[in-house]
């Protein structure tokens, strides 16, 4: 529990920070987004690769890919889990080629940037209902 308490905000400032610029005033990001194999994958491989790198155990790297979905994925998070574990068990090519870059560079160093500039680049920022009224 203790190793997870350290773990989870480095991790969840990471997303957090990389996901800025597409989320809305409530902090919720673009629906086509969070239907992206793409933003599903890196999420898990990146925290496989951060959990490689400081060798923790698996029932702390489930905790943080919980924790990392919540903080992306709000009120959908589980259900995102279960269709990134069908990404990833139908070995869906978007979602394999973001987990494995993810994973990669996350053994290494957690920097989300790359993820940051796809983001910002297939996706618009999330808009908050009523905004503009």
Known sequence: MFTAAIHKPILLEAFS???????????NIHPD???SPYISGAILGTCRGYAIKHKLRESVVNKLIDNA???VFRSESLDMQTTAQAWLNNEDADFMAAYYHAKAIAEVELNLDWLSQYVQTHFEKASTLGQHL
């Open 69 to 71: 979905f919540e903080e």
């Open 33 to 35: 987004a969070r239907q």
């Open 17 to 27: 920070v990389c996901l800025d610029p597409i989320r809305s005033d409530l902090g």
